[in-house]
């Protein structure tokens, strides 16, 4: 291995540990615990050494973001993958998405609340974003019926995302979580 070899593979596993630090630091403690003076203590480098791979937080947030939208899409794709097509699919990607926003409240939040800068539904849009919208859309397709299929997409992820929200935030109870679930998925399965 060559010394440039080692000095990449040295930088990409300081980019990992900045990402996964400020990960972890956010669902212990949320993200306003996320500062690059923080990150730099508990990774054990300057901040020199966090700007030069990251110009703010925003940037890091954003590395997080996209490593959540891999999982997402890890998450549904395993959720649907032995589905027939149709309710029960849309029910088991219902599903596995809530369960997904509920145990990662924090990357949830990089991923859909936080200002990352990553552009959504554009052609600079980065590949993890494009693939998870890419398995709604195989997933949904078969149900949106007269629906231009992207649209329909962006209607349902609206919702689930709405659901998520308010749940969350105690703006409506958790008791009937699975019921309004429910319901949603019934209204956007019809054929």
């Given at each position: 291995?060559?010394v440039?070899?080692?000095?990449?593979?040295?930088r990409?596993?300081r980019?990992?540990?900045i990402v996964a630090?400020?990960?972890?630091?956010?669902?212990?403690?949320?993200?306003?615990?996320?500062?690059?003076r923080?990150?730099?203590?508990?990774?054990e480098?300057?901040?020199?050494?966090?700007?030069s791979?990251?110009?703010g937080?925003?940037?890091i947030?954003?590395?997080?973001?996209?490593e959540?939208?891999?999982?997402?899409t890890?998450v549904i794709?395993?959720?649907?993958?032995d589905?027939?097509a149709?309710?029960?699919?849309?029910?088991?990607?219902?599903?596995?998405?809530v369960?997904?926003?509920?145990?990662?409240?924090?990357?949830?939040?990089a991923?859909?609340?936080?200002?990352?800068?990553?552009p959504?539904?554009?052609?600079?849009t980065?590949a993890?974003?494009?693939?998870a919208?890419?398995t709604?859309?195989?997933?949904?397709?078969?149900?949106a019926?007269?629906?231009?299929p992207?649209?329909?997409?962006?209607?349902?992820?609206?919702?689930?995302?709405?659901?998520?929200?308010?749940?969350?935030?105690?703006?409506?109870?958790r008791?009937?979580?699975?019921r309004?679930?429910?319901?949603?998925?019934d209204?956007?399965?019809q054929?």
């Amino acid at each position: 291995m060559s010394v440039q070899e080692r000095k990449e593979r040295e930088r990409a596993h300081r980019h990992q540990l900045i990402v996964a630090t400020a990960r972890e630091l956010a669902e212990s403690q949320g993200w306003d615990a996320v500062t690059t003076r923080r990150l730099a203590e508990r990774i054990e480098y300057s901040q020199p050494v966090l700007y030069s791979h990251f110009r703010g937080k925003r940037e890091i947030v954003g590395a997080v973001a996209l490593e959540g939208f891999a999982e997402l899409t890890a998450v549904i794709r395993r959720a649907v993958a032995d589905r027939p097509a149709g309710r029960n699919a849309v029910a088991a990607l219902a599903e596995a998405y809530v369960d997904f926003a509920g145990r990662n409240p924090a990357l949830y939040d990089a991923m859909f609340l936080l200002d990352t800068g990553l552009p959504f539904a554009d052609a600079a849009t980065p590949a993890p974003l494009r693939e998870a919208f890419e398995t709604l859309l195989d997933t949904l397709s078969d149900v949106a019926g007269d629906v231009e299929p992207a649209l329909f997409v962006e209607v349902f992820w609206s919702a689930l995302h709405g659901l998520v929200a308010l749940t969350r935030s105690g703006r409506i109870p958790r008791t009937e979580a699975s019921r309004r679930l429910a319901v949603l998925v019934d209204r956007f399965a019809q054929n």
